[in-house]
């Protein structure tokens, strides 16, 4: 089983930055997807940024340009470098591990870490 830990998010005030961690622990397969996504009060959850094995990334429009999601193999840890923050980034933010092993879909999640960004 994998556990995810994110950390990093706080208060910020529009314009500022953070960088979101997610440290993963347990049986951590060798072909995954690392996943950020975040949930705004009453809206759904989005995918914001994804980084696959291979080192790939991906990013949802309206964090093209802002963030940057990189990993560090040797630490088991996912990041979110969140730069030129707004308010509608407010959200509480999951780090998320997709594997497909043996043909079937795993996905494991963190806790949520809170950002919110005002002024």
């Known amino acids: 089983q994998v556990q995810l830990v994110e950390s990093g998010g706080g208060l910020v005030q529009p314009g500022g930055s953070l960088r979101l961690s997610c440290a993963a622990s347990?049986?951590?397969?060798?072909?995954?997807?690392m996943n950020w996504y975040r949930q705004a009060p009453g809206k759904q959850r989005e995918l914001v940024a994804s980084?696959?094995?291979?080192?790939?990334?991906a990013y949802a429009d309206s964090v093209k340009g802002r963030f940057t999601i990189s990993k560090d193999n040797a630490k088991n840890t996912v990041y979110l470098q969140m730069n030129s923050l707004k308010p509608e980034d407010t959200a509480v933010y999951y780090c998320?591990?997709?594997?497909?092993?043996?043909?079937?879909?795993?996905?494991?999640w963190g806790q949520g870490t809170q950002v919110t960004v005002s002024s």
């Open positions: 998320n591990l997709h594997t497909i092993y043996a043909g079937t879909n795993y996905h494991y």
């Open positions: 347990g049986s951590i397969f060798s072909f995954n997807d």
């Open positions: 980084i696959t094995s291979g080192g790939s990334t």
